[in-house]
């Protein structure tokens, strides 16, 4: 599986971005797609999911504001990012797991830099 992100950029404290990822082959059956984020000096950490079926996980930090997303018919998925803060500035990667036994394949990731 390979993953295309992108939609990154530069924005204002408040604002919003869409992040897109792409992938190489149908994610229909795929069990978890996700986003994580790295920020300089930090670990990546979990953005948010969606699951084959839709179920989503939020992190606390992100809750209210994002919203992950995924089309299984154009192998996308989305994650809409509003009232953006100075603290949500990483490079933000896209993840597929296609099974609960399988590994996580991971996307180039896609900077996103909040001003303020």
């Known amino acids: 599986v390979q993953l295309q992100a992108s939609g990154g950029g530069l924005v204002q404290t408040g604002g919003s971005l869409r992040l897109s990822c792409r992938a190489s082959?149908?994610?229909?059956?795929?069990?978890?797609m996700g986003w994580y984020r790295q920020a300089p000096g930090n670990q990546r950490e979990l953005v948010a999911t969606?699951?084959?079926?839709?179920?989503?996980n939020y992190a606390d930090s992100v809750k209210g504001r994002f919203t992950i997303s995924r089309d299984n018919a154009n192998n996308m998925v989305y994650l809409q990012m509003n009232i953006l803060k100075a603290d949500d500035t990483a490079v933000y990667y896209c993840?597929?797991?296609?099974?609960?036994?399988?590994?996580?394949?991971w996307g180039q990731g896609t900077q996103v830099t909040v001003s303020s």
């Open positions: 969606i699951t084959r079926d839709g179920r989503t």
């Open positions: 993840n597929a797991k296609p099974s609960p036994w399988s590994i996580s394949y």
């Open positions: 082959g149908s994610i229909a059956n795929t069990h978890v």
